[in-house]
């Protein structure tokens, strides 16, 4: 019997093709406001699902060879593959003045795009194992994650010069822009999520949340005497809100079930990594000053891409390569 909770799955796919949809909307998120609210939950989400799934207790005993072993075919060889791959089309080493071996130091202290989110990852699940070794609850845990990551929304907004001077540039823009410790709350929140038993019925959550969400979304269009600092704060406490309730649904895998989205969330890795390549080349192609068209061919290019890889996934063993282990 299976026993794989369907709604982590789904929302998984849900996610993947919120931060598809996210990516091929052009504009900043201040121009658009699809953009703005899609990113105003969906890697929040995203990285709480991740630390929901994140086995807290069961690698206490694990030395850390023993842990990082845990990921090196199911995440880090098709990351390091996409690596590799984007850096080519891009044509980042062509041309190149100072030695390559800086080039490729410089790539991977800030990864192209959305490759942040593996070292991000790797960082955030190095820190809970910590925690883990240490025989910390996961409330404990989730206390000290608070106190870890918090202070750095506060950094990254008004610090980044002191910053820069301790670390200097590339060591400043790899730990807030590469490892994102401000993440981490979500990360540590999914992980104490899985165990939650607040006596707080879920209506308040949904209440709070949704509340939260309309000033959040209200500040895209009223943000006059709004700071970066308050919008993070409205933000966070939104989130953490719907967090809340939306993984009391998960827990007990309440959500509507689809399987072409659960399919989806299964493969979410592979579709993270690679669906960026189909809509850069297109760029190349056509451009995106006809952006009607853009849109168009970018949502036959993308369920294309799906396709191929769904194929590839069905008929070829090694695609687990490319693309990740479930």
Not at 201 to 226: D, E, K, L, T
Request: net charge positive.
């Amino acid at each position: 019997m299976d026993n794989r909770n369907r709604n982590i799955d789904g929302i998984k796919g849900l996610l993947v093709i919120l931060v598809v949809v996210g990516h091929v909307l052009q504009g900043r998120l201040d121009q658009s406001i699809w953009r703005y609210m899609i990113y105003g939950f969906h890697m929040p989400f995203f990285i709480a699902v991740a630390g929901f799934l994140f086995p807290y207790e069961r690698v206490k005993t694990d030395s850390i060879s023993v842990f990082l072993g845990r990921y090196v075919y199911r995440l880090i060889v098709p990351w390091a593959i996409a690596m590799v791959v984007y850096a080519v089309y891009l044509g980042a080493f062509w041309g190149l003045k100072s030695p390559l071996w800086k080039g490729w130091l410089s790539h991977l202290s800030v990864p192209f795009y959305h490759l942040w989110f593996v070292p991000a990852y790797l960082f955030w699940s190095l820190l809970l194992w910590w925690m883990s070794c240490r025989g910390l609850s996961r409330s404990k845990a989730l206390l000290l994650g608070l106190l870890v990551s918090l202070p750095f929304f506060y950094v990254k907004l008004a610090s980044m010069g002191a910053m820069n001077d301790v670390l200097g540039a590339n060591g400043a823009g790899f730990l807030i822009h590469t490892l994102r410790p401000h993440y981490f709350l979500f990360f540590v929140m999914g992980m104490w999520l899985r165990e939650e038993k607040l006596d707080t019925r879920s209506w308040v959550f949904w209440v709070s949340g949704a509340m939260m969400f309309g000033v959040y979304g209200g500040i895209f269009y009223f943000h006059a005497g709004i700071t970066e600092g308050m919008r993070d704060g409205i933000w966070i406490f939104a989130n953490v809100f719907l967090l809340v309730a939306v993984f009391r649904m998960i827990r007990i895998d309440a959500l509507p079930k689809s399987r072409v989205m659960e399919w989806m969330g299964k493969e979410s890795l592979g579709i993270y990594l690679w669906h960026v390549l189909p809509f850069l080349w297109l760029k190349d192609v056509i451009g995106t000053r006809d952006i009607t068209q853009f849109y168009g061919w970018n949502l036959v290019i993308e369920l294309l891409f799906l396709v191929a890889m769904y194929g590839m996934w069905r008929y070829w063993k090694g695609s687990r390569v490319l693309f990740g282990s479930r």
